[in-house]
T-cell receptor, first 114, second 112 residues
Framework: DAGVIQSPRHEVTEMGQEVTLRCKPI?????LFWYRQTMMRGLELLIY????????DSGMPEDRFSAKMPNASFSTLKIQPSEPRDSAVYFC????????????FGSGTRLTVV | DQQVKQNSPSLSVQEGRISILNCDYT??????FLWYKKYPAEGPTFLIS?????DKNEDGRFTVFLNKSAKHLSLHIVPSQPGDSAVYFC???????????FGKGTKLTVNP
């Protein structure tokens, strides 16, 4: 089991550019989550999918953010256009059953928008 | 509105002593409470959890205590080791919900 795989690990982009973050969840996990970590706000849930369907996107900060899950093994988080305040670490996580077992997180993508 | 709060941003402990990390919550509907550990440049990893029907769960050096009346939980690490140095996140969820609500984390430093 390779765990949750995120790419890229680091992304530096200029303000106004489009950024796409990618995630491959653990096979057999039916829920996928996108989190953002900042010093000020800690770990914030942006959006989550269940069986590839978006269930709750209330954490998505603005229309500049969008997420898709075209199949059970792939998800993307897109920011267009990017702004310096989007700089953060973005984590993808997946789970089969949250309860007492929680999620398995990927290693994250550190995004820097200059 | 922060439903899960970790009021201590950092904690420093000597190797071999006990580390106590605290967490408070406001939502009495939470059924599950989890602790995650995070090393730099890595994602958070699950450490230990407890159901709201229990008041203690132990796994090796790690014990989580839950006080529902005070809406408070704590993680005890005994004895602390330098490899325990990390950021610890408290999280909670409601039964049937997929969403975990996280605290902001406490950075633990265990000094040799």
């Amino acid at each position: 089991d390779a765990g949750v795989i995120q790419s890229p690990r680091h992304e530096v982009t200029e303000m106004g550019q489009e950024v796409t973050l990618r995630c491959k969840p653990i096979s057999g996990h039916n829920s996928l989550f996108w989190y953002r970590q900042t010093m000020m706000r800690g770990l914030e849930l942006l959006i989550y999918f269940n069986n590839n369907v978006p269930i709750d996107d209330s954490g998505m900060p603005e229309d500049r953010f969008s997420a898709k899950m075209p199949n059970a093994s792939f998800s993307t988080l897109k920011i267009q256009p990017s702004e310096p305040r989007d700089s953060a670490v973005y984590f993808c996580a997946s789970s089969r059953e949250v309860g007492l077992y929680g999620y398995t997180f990927g290693s994250g993508t550190r995004l820097t928008v200059v | 509105d922060q439903q899960v709060k970790q009021n201590s941003p950092s904690l420093s402990v000597q190797e071999g002593r006990i580390s106590i990390l605290n967490c408070d919550y406001t939502n009495s509907m939470f059924d599950y409470f989890l602790w995650y550990k995070k090393y730099p440049a890595e994602g958070p990893t699950f450490l230990i959890s407890i159901s709201s029907i229990k008041d203690k769960n132990e796994d090796g050096r790690f014990t989580v205590f839950l006080n529902k009346s005070a809406k408070h939980l704590s993680l005890h690490i005994v004895p602390s080791q330098p490899g325990d140095s990390a950021v610890y996140f408290c999280a909670a969820s409601v039964r049937g919900s997929e969403k975990l609500v996280f605290g902001k984390g406490t950075k633990l430093t265990v000094n040799p």
